[in-house]
């Protein structure tokens, strides 16, 4: 073979795979924002890096998944009846070149820990509802 020929073919497959990989990324994002209960979500964990990605509410279960991955698989799982909504507050200067403009801090304990979450207010109000909306550990139970 040719040397030329060769790279061409080594140029044209990485250029093919760059180009795959962004067409997974869309459709993957495209089917998590396409379910009714998802919200775009930045979460903070015990690291204080903020990683956006989408929230998404199932009938027992918060999940939230990585905006830059392939994974179909949830990052992060919460059951609902071991939430608590500490609160929410404004972002501080250093958090604001982190997360989203016009977002708020949700403040979540779970399982004995601190997540932080930045969302619009909006999807604050969805998710402090859907947390209100369930039934009381003890009374009822959880299908």
Do not use: H
Not at 24 to 43: C, E, H, M, N
Not at 89 to 108: A, F, G, S, Y
């Amino acid at each position: 073979m040719n040397q030329p020929g060769t790279a061409f073919l080594a140029i044209a497959a990485c250029f093919l795979l760059v180009i795959l990989s962004l067409c997974l990324f869309g459709v993957r994002r495209f089917q998590l924002r396409r379910a009714l209960g998802t919200v775009d979500a930045s979460i903070c964990l015990a690291n204080r890096r903020w990683r956006m990605g989408v929230c998404r509410y199932q009938e027992s279960e918060l999940e939230w998944f990585r905006l830059l991955s392939l994974s179909p698989r949830p990052r992060v799982r919460m059951q609902r009846s071991a939430i608590v909504l500490v609160g929410r507050r404004k972002p501080t200067e250093e958090e604001r070149t982190q997360v989203q403009p016009d977002t708020v801090i949700v403040t979540l304990e779970f399982q004995g820990r601190e997540i932080l979450m930045a969302m619009k207010f909006d999807a604050y109000a969805g998710l402090s509802s859907w947390l209100e909306a369930g039934p009381v550990i003890g009374v009822g139970t959880w299908r």
